[in-house]
Every structure is written in C-alpha cells, then in structure tokens.
T-cell receptor
Framework: GAGVSQSPSNKVTEKGKDVELRCDPI?????LYWYRQSLGQGLEFLIY????????KSGLPSDRFSAERTGGSVSTLTIQRTQQEDSAVYLC??????????FGQGTRLTVV | AQKVTQAQTEISVVEKEDVTLDCVYE???????LFWYKQPPSGELVFLIR??????QNEISGRYSWNFQKSTSSFNFTITASQVVDSAVYFC???????????FGAGTRLFVKA
C-alpha cells in the first residue's frame, strides 16, 4: 500500500485478555517502530526493528509486551494479560534507513 | 541518554500572528538527527523536517522556518502568519546515529483562533 497500515483501528478488550496489533509498513522500508500515545500525551517509544539486526526493545514497559517482525515486513505487537493502564493509541511507523518516519493511523486500545 | 524537552505545553495565538515552538535536546553523541512532526486533530503524524547535526543552516519552507543552534542545543520552529489550519500538536524528536531509536518530546499544542 501507499502508507503504513495498522489494524484494527479500534480495539476494546476486557482486562486480562491478550491482544495483537498489526502493522504493515511501507514496502522497502527497513526500519519499523512502535510507539504508544496516551490521551493528550507525547509519544512513548516501545521498540524498533532495523533490517536483520536484533530489535531494540528498551522501551517495552513490561514483559507482558512483545513484538515481532516477520520476513522484514509485517509486525505484530502483542500485549498479554491487558491492564487498564495499557489503554492508549499504539502507533506504528516505518522509515528507509534514518530518513523520516511515516506513521500509521494508530490502533486505539481500550481495556475495560 | 537522550532527551527532548518542549517546555511549552499549549500556545494560543490569533490568526496571522507569528509563533515559535521551542525544542531543547540533550545528547552526548556528535552525530544525530532532529525532526519536527505535526499531529493534526485527525491524529496522524506528519513529517515536517529532518536535520542532521552537521548542518546548522536554518531552513525556510513557506511559512515555516527552523532555527538550529548547537551552542544552545535548540531546534526551534517558527510559523509565520499563522492560520487556523496550523492548529495541531507539534512534536520535536531526536535520533542518534548509533541506532534508530527516536525519542519524542512531549509536544506543544498550538491553537490558532480566527
């Protein structure tokens, strides 16, 4: 596609359930990023993938969060045993090398 | 460690006023990249500019201009003759050359009133 695609756009889940968020980056982009944006807040770095290098997971807030990137393209962010404080917009972005990042529309996660 | 500070949480101006959004960054790296992004009410972040640490030339793009000063670790953004469509949250960001991790400031919410 022309841009970064994220699905679902909205997700409501019950506390304690697992969720998977998907990101389709722009074709050919080598770097893929996940950020979290809580209501009215800035962007909190979660993880990035660059080519075949080991991902930088330094921003993941707990071991309930994990992410993978298959075949250097699609990425999935998984949150296990969701908590109410996980409610936020999860943004995915991709870039070619160190150029500007292109962001998706985000997935709005609500944990009830 | 890297850090980006946008001290202005919210700014409100009247249309046609000039407005400057401040950004101060911290890094020990000598090679780094600075960015500005705009997040309109629709929510999708839009890239505005990228600057590397070796290029201190100021840049102008239409009504937008950027002032990069390494001496004060600042990368400020000025909108001239603001318009209602400029209303958005603006984020400054920093990426160091050793990795791809890009750190964002907390953002400045700009309100432009007609």
């Amino acid at each position: 596609g022309a841009g970064v695609s994220q699905s679902p756009s909205n997700k409501v889940t019950e506390k304690g359930k697992d969720v998977e968020l998907r990101c389709d980056p722009i074709s050919g982009h080598t770097a893929l990023y996940w950020y979290r944006q809580s209501l009215g807040q800035g962007l909190e770095f979660l993880i990035y993938f660059q080519g075949n290098s080991a991902p930088d997971k330094s921003g993941l807030p707990s071991d309930r969060f994990s992410a993978e990137r298959t075949g250097g393209s699609v990425s999935t962010l998984t949150i296990q045993r969701t908590q109410q404080e996980d409610s936020a917009v999860y943004l995915c972005a991709s870039s070619y090398d160190r150029r500007e990042a292109f962001f998706g529309q985000g997935t709005r996660l609500t944990v009830v | 460690a890297q850090k980006v500070t946008q001290a202005q949480t919210e700014i409100s101006v009247v249309e046609k006023e000039d407005v400057t959004l401040d950004c101060v960054y911290e890094t020990r790296d000598t090679t780094y990249y600075l960015f500005w992004y705009k997040q309109p009410p629709s929510g999708e972040l839009v890239f505005l500019i990228r600057r590397n640490s070796f290029d201190e030339q100021n840049e102008i793009s239409g009504r937008y201009s950027w002032n990069f000063q390494k001496s004060t670790s600042s990368f400020n953004f000025t909108i001239t003759a603001s318009q209602v469509v400029d209303s958005a949250v603006y984020f400054c960001a920093l990426s160091v050359s050793g990795g791809f991790k890009t750190i964002f400031g907390a953002g400045t919410r700009l309100f432009v009133k007609a």
